[in-house]
């Protein structure tokens, strides 16, 4: 294989540039067809009825009522799907249970979360289809919710689910039913001798609450059941074979029925991942014979979609008077929501994750709770376990009299360096980022000014590898479609092209990169887990290395030598042995591509790549605060984002992935929170009350892209786009502590939490 | 509760439009549903994101929150009407050079309400934009990159 | 020879050992290794064909895709590790 | 979406009809910016939209000396806050219609409908009522002013009968050396509903004491409160630190709130000071 990874970034003609994207002027001009635009002949509009209580059994549901109103055309519930069976699924990223599945998409016995679906509705227009809505009646009999995580880890704690029991890592189950689905342990070293090593311990225990994704296009599925037998489904997701192999099952149909097309995405973040209104419509259009769309609303979408956990964690660390680490004890308790699944393995592989430290213990329970059941939101655990082991590090680090950037330094892990949970670290990027964040402007700067503080945070997360496949033909005029597998989320159109053209050595605009249906290319994963441009971008590299050995055969026959004796240059240029006359034989790309038809026919490259997680990535960074003590409100009035992205194949949207996870960061610190009454309802769930930065929240955002190459990738791409979400929490709490003295233990760190830390009692 | 349609007459991106609405409809629904133009987007339905921004007798407004009954006679511009046939405005142009958008769900929104900005005051300075634009919520870009395009429009010098 | 890094709570299958010495060109035959001194181990980390439920094996930091056909280089460490996924 | 007809008024009389005839389900339809999302989400019972808009003095401003200020009901924001003489005599008005919601929001949102809504946490209503503002109401039995801090009756409640609806709202003109500022307290910087909010008006006299003053604050009771109490503790005497002080403890007693996702009892009784003295200094730098 030939690799290009020992090339400076420097020496890319296209890697490294800034081109406008393909699909851009599409996204300028309105033209671009999100999962709601669609509008299809004789379609059919779907709303869902939706659990007003946390945790009940279904009595009766008694549809007739909405039925009989003029323009109704189907009324579904669980029970008109087939039975799902205990069998998993693939969802992506992992696995899930099938039957979980399905109830989620729609409750069976129990709703285990307001805004759990029980019923839908096809009707004529979405406005009778919500009339229909108020006229199904379903009775219930009211449970005891289950709010918070150490409520329902506790003996004698109302069940959500009779049969779910801990399963622990080595498959032992526990002999009760209890809340807690599943505990996870990593250690490392004799935890008690480090804390005796240690002249300074620091214990400190974290709440933070659900957070959500706050895509700003809501979910949708639009799904055409056909006659013969075939689905069509079309719909805003970051995985369409994820929504394929989800939707085939639940409807006992063969994946080869089903055919997903990926349209434009409004966000996802993770969220986008599981299906949750596909197989509703993709019923609905059984039951009709016509195509029917489900869109839901921002309210729909907060109370019933995948936040990310709320959790409590504890932690424990100790440290030498030198800075050095000696032991770390991590207790993480993540919410799951109503069924298993919440991020706290990931949250436990990474909570340690940027430091050499001898001796750790680090446990994660995954726990079910009466709320959405959450999904992936970027980084997905690691803002929380990260939040609770920098902002203890932090303490540390001021307990000692020390700058907590340097103890980072001292103790953070380099090649070689072993996590807990096993994992070796090769070549990586922490202490580069340390070092880039040290010699900033921003933290070499001093801050002035009452009531300001600075507070600095690391982060790490993997980068996701698996399947990915491209392929792409050379037309005549020397212009490159190229096809691909994963929904373009960010601009990952043009940073997979980008590594087509600079392998062909062609320029970006002559590739012209396309997202295409399941039927339509090799299996892709998600657009997810910061894989997409490393193994977009992989397959991507591979199809042009087959376009590249066919045109060197191609070349070959032209000029009627061995294929061996022609080589494809970096510049593009197919270069022959001497002609009879002595004269040198080459081809520009262009003019090979011109006689590609009547030398024998087009030529069409392909690949398809499954590849190991190998580009994990770090990131430092720095923030300046401001505190009005008197009402709590913290303003950021400085930010410097500090991140190794292997290598910035578009350094733009590099940088625009490490301002919006800090943007998504410094929402999660200060202001986005799920508010639960005591009853189990979300009393936010609308974009006024869930509290996302606006833009007159955040100051403009300094990037630093370190480029550490990832030897793992032919470009040296790392996973970008999930890392930055993570330091912003820990370094807004230390920012905060510095200028009012007060160290938050809670997300949100919301002007009423300070409050409630900083105001004497009593007032 | 049937409801019945009604027919509005009014002015979309500089043409002559009558149409057929549920008398039910907002403005948005009109556009998107009945019209076609589906530029302006669905987010939250209740005027809290701005991604249904349209511009409507010369204001920018939420077009979740207008009725298709109150357009009588009105002239309404989308972001379908931004571009003078394939040539892009200063504005569209400055988003896509400085990747001012991620999904690009936001985008209409941000454009016409950004166009109506410049219209109104053609240097506004950082603070300016930021508050004119703080009801168009960006999930994606943490808003640097918009606010960077909106002054490259304005002919401000971006760093 | 390979070495298996065994996280504590799978320990319970290796009779306390946290390190195991195994040989093996690829996953399955590691595993196959195994088996014998340790049939609990190998029942948890493969299942029907697969994988075992919720976990992901990783040689030398990277995690495994590709099943237990995954070539194992000699002189690698496999860790045992949760599944994780990405937003 | 509930459904809803729509009729557009050209009079005064002909939207007092409109509403009258449409019953309970009929509200009038200003900037809309409130009650159609109620109306789509099902909160409210609303079959009837009078759109109130085109009537030519529900959209006005207009000043003099000797009237004062008169600003039709629904005018919106924009147009308030766009208003040369509002800016300069009644920049409190500015400070209100400048936070309401977006730029978009703005375009459409009136004060007369902020009122109409009748929040408790309305951005509006603490500046009518330190300008002792008046509302003009048009109902069958013809016309009737009542006072803004008189208007609203409960949290979405309001003085409003069967066919009636808010024309105009009546400021006085400012008198010399007075000054009203309002301030709002949200965790974001825009788009937020007030955790609290105030507005407090002085004047001064020759000798530099404050000679009248009003003080609402809102978010903290069922209604938007005029605190006289807090307007007492700074009448009759230069401000001080003290006179602040004792100002902004009235309005902490005054305060009766709730804890909800916006803000905690504890909070919103401390913010309640904390407004109140903010505004009081900026309303006395205004007042000069």
Redesign the interface.
């Known amino acids: 294989m030939v690799t290009a990874q020992s090339k400076e970034t420097e020496q890319y003609n296209v890697i490294g540039t800034?081109p406008?994207?393909h699909?851009?002027?599409d996204?300028?001009?309105?033209?671009?067809?999100?999962g709601?635009?669609l509008?299809l002949p004789g379609m059919l509009a779907g709303r869902v009825l939706r659990s007003p209580h946390a945790h009940a059994r279904i009595v009766s549901i008694d549809t007739s009522k909405a039925e009989a109103?003029?323009g109704v055309q189907a009324v579904i519930t669980n029970a008109d799907f087939p039975r799902a069976g205990d069998e998993?699924i693939d969802t992506?990223?992992?696995?899930a249970n099938l039957k979980w599945v399905l109830d989620n998409v729609i409750a069976s016995d129990k709703v285990l979360y307001k805004g759990h679906a029980v019923a839908a509705v096809a009707a004529a227009?979405h406005?009778i289809a919500?009339?229909a809505l108020?006229l199904i009646e379903v009775e219930y009999e009211l449970l005891t919710p289950v709010l918070d995580v150490r409520d329902a880890m506790v003996d004698g704690s109302p069940l959500l689910h009779d049969g779910l029991h801990t399963?622990?890592?080595?498959?032992?189950q526990s002999d009760n039913p209890s809340n807690t689905a599943?505990?996870?342990?990593?250690?490392k070293g004799d935890l008690d001798s480090g804390f005796a090593e240690a002249d300074v311990v620091l214990e400190r225990e974290f709440e933070t609450s659900m957070a959500h994704?706050?895509?700003?296009?809501?979910h949708n599925g639009t799904a055409f059941y056909r006659a013969d037998g075939t689905l069509d489904i079309w719909t805003s997701t970051q995985g369409a074979f994820v929504v394929r192999d989800s939707v085939a099952p639940l409807l006992q149909l063969s994946p080869s029925q089903v055919k997903v097309t990926p349209m434009?995405?409004?966000?996802?973040?993770?969220?986008k991942?599981p299906v949750y209104l596909e197989p509703v419509a993709a019923l609905l259009s059984q039951k009709t014979g016509r195509p029917v769309k489900l869109?839901m609303?921002?309210?729909e979408v907060l109370l019933a979609t995948g936040p990310t956990s709320g959790t409590y964690m504890r932690v424990r660390m100790g440290a030498k008077r030198d800075g050095t680490i000696t032991a770390a004890d991590v207790h993480l308790a993540f919410e799951a929501g109503a069924y298993p699944g919440s991020?706290v393995?990931?949250g436990?592989?990474c909570a340690l994750a940027p430091y050499d430290i001898p001796n750790q213990?680090i446990d994660?329970y995954d726990v079910v709770v009466n709320k959405p059941k959450t999904a992936?939101?970027?980084?997905?655990?690691a803002p929380q376990s990260e939040f609770a082991t920098e902002s203890v590090l932090n303490e540390l680090a001021e307990e000692l009299g020390l700058d907590p950037l340097e103890m980072r330094l001292q103790n953070a892990c380099v090649e070689g360096a072993q996590r807990a949970?096993?994992?070796?670290?090769?070549v990586i990027g922490n202490v580069e980022c340390l070092e880039a964040a040290q010699e900033s402007p921003h933290w070499q700067s001093e801050l002035q000014g009452p009531n300001r503080g600075r507070g600095i945070a690391q982060g790490f997360?993997?980068n996701?590898?698996?399947?990915s496949s491209a392929y792409a033909q050379v037309n005549g005029d020397g212009t490159v479609p190229l096809v691909l597998g994963s929904t373009d989320?960010?601009?990952t159109r043009a940073s997979i092209a980008m590594q087509l053209a600079e392998t062909l050595g062609i320029s970006a605009e002559e590739v012209h990169p396309h997202v295409v249906d399941t039927n339509s290319v090799g299996y892709t994963q998600v657009t997810?887990?910061?894989?997409t441009t490393f193994a977009g971008g992989w397959a991507a590299y591979e199809c042009a290395m087959d376009i590249r050995r066919q045109m060197e055969e191609r070349a070959a026959q032209i000029w009627e030598c061995d294929a061996a004796d022609v080589t494809y240059g970096d510049d593009a240029i197919i270069r022959g042995p001497q002609d009879e006359d002595g004269n040198d034989q080459q081809f520009t790309f262009k003019e090979l591509a011109g006689q590609l038809v009547t030398s024998g026919g087009h030529i069409v490259g392909r690949a398809d790549v499954?590849?190991?997680?190998?580009g994990p990535a770090f990131a430092t960074h720095i923030v300046d605060v401001e505190v009005d003590p008197?009402?709590?409100?913290v303003?950021i009035l400085r930010y410097t984002a500090v991140q190794d992205a292997g290598t910035a194949i578009?350094p733009?949207?590099v940088?625009?992935?490490m301002?919006?996870?800090?943007?998504?960061g410094v929402g999660m610190a200060?202001?986005e929170e799920y508010?639960y009454d005591e009853s189990g309802d979300l009393?936010?769930a609308?974009?006024?009350?869930y509290?996302?930065?606006?833009?007159?929240?955040?100051p403009?955002?300094e990037t630093n892209i370190v480029e550490v190459p990832n030897p793992?990738h032919p470009y040296g791409v790392r996973?970008v786009?999930?890392v930055p979400i993570i330091p912003p929490a820990p370094a807004v709490r230390a920012a905060i502590a510095n200028a009012i003295g007060v160290h938050m233990n809670e997300l949100p760190m919301?002007?009423?939490a300070i409050?409630?830390a900083t105001?004497p009692s009593g007032? | 509760m049937a409801s019945e349609h009604i027919v509005v007459n009014c002015t979309i991106n500089g043409e002559q439009q009558v149409f057929l609405a549920n008398e039910r409809d907002s403005l948005l629904e009109a556009l998107r549903d009945r019209i076609g133009l589906t530029g302006a987007k669905e987010g939250c339905n209740n005027g809290n994101c701005g991604a249904c921004c349209v511009n409507m007798d010369g204001r920018i407004v939420n077009s979740c929150l207008v009725m298709a009954a109150e357009c009588e006679g009105s002239e309404i511009r989308t972001v379908e009407g931004l571009a003078e046939g394939d040539q892009l405005s200063p504005l569209q142009n400055a988003f896509l050079e400085q990747a001012a958008l991620q999904c690009g769900i936001c985008t209409p929104g941000f454009l016409v309400a950004a166009e109506a900005l410049l219209e109104q005051n053609p240097d506004p300075s950082e603070h300016e934009i930021r508050y004119w634009l703080a009801g168009n919520l960006c999930r994606c870009t943490g808003y640097d990159k918009i606010i960077k395009a909106v002054q490259q429009a304005a002919g401000q010098s971006v760093v | 020879m390979v070495t298996v890094l065994i996280p504590q709570p799978l320990r319970t299958l290796t009779d306390g050992e946290p390190v195991l010495m195994a040989e093996g060109h690829n996953i399955r035959a590691v595993i196959r290794d195994l088996a014998p001194r340790y049939p609990e181990l190998a029942d948890r980390l493969v299942n029907e064909g697969k994988i075992g439920r919720g976990i992901s094996l990783a040689i030398n930091g990277d995690v495994v895709s590709t099943g237990l056909i995954t070539k194992v280089p000699e002189g690698a460490e496999i860790a045992i590790v949760p599944q994780i996924s990405g937003g | 979406m509930q459904a809803v007809k729509y009729a557009r008024a050209e009079s005064v009389e002909e939207a007092v009809s409109l509403l009258q005839d449409g019953g309970d389900g009929a509200r009038p339809l200003a900037g809309g910016t409130d009650v159609i999302v109620q109306a789509r989400e099902r909160t409210r019972d609303i079959d009837l939209f009078v759109d109130i808009k085109h009537i030519p003095e529900v959209i006005s401003i207009e000043y003099s000396d000797d009237s004062g200020l008169t600003i039709g009901a629904a005018t919106p924001c924009y147009q308030i806050y766009g208003d040369d003489t509002i800016s300069e005599k009644y920049p409190v008005l500015v400070d209100s219609c400048s936070l309401i919601g977006g730029t978009a929001i703005q375009g459409r949102a009136s004060l007369g409908g902020n009122l109409c809504n009748s929040s408790p946490a309305a951005d509006g209503i603490p500046s009518l009522i330190v300008l002792e503002g008046q509302v003009e109401i048009a109902g069958p039995n013809g016309r009737r002013t009542v006072a803004v801090e008189d208007f609203c009756t409960g949290p979405g409640q309001n003085v409003l009968a069967d066919g009636e609806f808010v024309v105009k709202l009546h400021f006085p003109a400012p008198a010399e050396r007075s000054g009203a500022r309002f301030l709002r307290f949200i965790p974001r910087n825009e788009m937020d509903i007030a955790v609290a909010n105030a507005a407090s008006a002085v004047r001064l006299d020759g000798d530099g004491n404050v000679s009248w003053a009003r003080v609402s604050v809102g978010a903290i009771a069922p209604t938007p409160l005029l605190v006289a109490d807090a307007a007492d503790a700074i009448v009759g005497q230069p401000l001080s630190e003290e006179s602040i002080a004792a100002a902004a403890a009235a309005s902490s007693a005054a305060a009766n709130p709730i804890t909800d996702m916006r803000g905690s009892i504890r909070q919103r009784v401390h913010l309640a000071g904390v407004l109140t003295e903010r505004t009081i200094r900026q309303a006395a730098e205004r007042a000069g």
Request: proline share 3%; hydrophobic share 30%.
């Open positions: 800034r406008i994207r699909d851009g002027v996204k300028v001009t309105g033209a671009a067809q999100y709601a635009d509008n109103l003029e998993e992506g990223e992992g696995t227009d406005h919500e009339d108020e399963a622990a890592m080595d498959g032992s599943s505990h996870l342990q990593f250690t994704q706050g895509y700003i296009e809501p434009e995405i409004g966000g996802g973040f993770g969220g991942i869109t609303n921002r309210e991020p393995g990931a436990a592989m213990r994660g992936a939101y970027r980084a997905p655990g949970d096993g994992f070796t670290y090769g997360w993997f996701i590898g698996f399947e989320i960010g601009g997810g887990g910061s894989r499954n590849k190991t997680s190998s008197d009402t709590g409100k303003d578009h733009a949207y940088e625009g992935q301002q919006g996870g800090v943007a998504q200060l202001n508010y009393k936010n609308s974009l006024l009350d509290r996302m930065p606006t833009a007159l929240d955040l403009m955002i793992g996973g786009g999930e919301s002007p009423r409050l409630d105001l007032d």
